[in-house]
């Protein structure tokens, strides 16, 4: 049903895999490790553009707040004329509030179609309590003969034979029985960085935010039940989702920093050159303001 997203992200990791292959040899482990992280990387990256847009929306909507506020109060009686005159001033400003959405929505297709990708090398029931993402039961012996979309039957052995620090990067904590404190070794502390780093993205990402949030609980909400289901959801997924995680989190993490920096800078460089301007065209002491004739 979402071909159109498995394909590219299969194609995506498998030049990944085969250029770390290349160097580290195909039955490596940490060239499947690399392909994951920099899938990841080739992803966000190209997704900059539209997060960077996004935060420029985002900053021109605070410094709005006043005269959003203000259209709110002369028309809190016509509701009508309150959402015209609001979205007509966002439109004179360049500002449109459903960009936001595009960045969220394509990592959530991301995520899928990775998550997909990496669960259907192994379609032997392993993860069908798994919601999302569920393909036909095949025996072992089928499995490893069946290729996975870009992937072929040798690739798919080896993700399977692929190991992180004695992990197999297709186990889960939950379902990890003999391998459990393997696993968890490797699992729990990269369960652990994703939900810091998801907690101080949102972090953030609510400083950011316009106004006041209506909602008293959503902000302790939002800080620490979505990276509790982090880490709860994290014991239910491979161990490669979990490097997805831990990437894609930091690597959010890094990007918010360094545009926010970037953005209070031109914000400030702003505020400097419209005082500046303030202060030129002011009158000098002792000279009195020239009228212009009617």
Known sequence: M?????????????VWHTAFAAVLGPASGIAWVLAVIFLVITLRAALFLPFLKQARSQAVMQRLQPRVKAIQQKYRDD????????????????????????????????????????RSFDRTGTFDYLPIGRTATMTAEQNAATANYLFGPTDV???????????????????????????????????????????FTVRAAMDRQPGPTRVPFLRPLSLWAIPAAAI???????????????????????????????????????????????????????VKPKRQRR
Do not use: C
């Not at 197999?168 to 391998?179: D, F, H, K, R, V």
């Open 157 to 199: 052995q080896s993700f399977l034979h692929a190991e992180l620090f004695g992990a197999p990067l297709s186990a889960t904590l939950a379902g990890a029985g003999e391998l459990l404190s393997t696993v968890a070794i490797v699992a729990l502390p990269l369960m652990l960085i994703a939900a810091v780093a998801t907690h």
């Open 79 to 118: 509701p009508r004329r309150k959402n015209t005159e609001i979205q007509q001033l966002f439109k004179d400003n360049g500002v449109n509030p459903f960009a936001s959405l595009v960045p969220p929505i394509a990592q959530l297709f991301v995520f899928l179609g990775l998550f997909h990708v990496l």
């Open 2 to 14: 979402l071909d159109f997203i498995y394909y590219p992200v299969s194609a995506i990791l498998w």
């Open 232 to 286: 709860l959801g994290g014991a239910m997924v491979p161990v490669a989702i979990l490097l997805y995680f831990v990437t894609n989190n930091a690597w959010t993490l890094a990007q918010q920093q360094i545009v926010y920096r970037r953005l209070d800078a031109e914000t400030a460089a702003e505020a400097t050159h419209v005082a500046a301007r303030a202060v030129a065209s002011a009158p000098k002491p002792g």
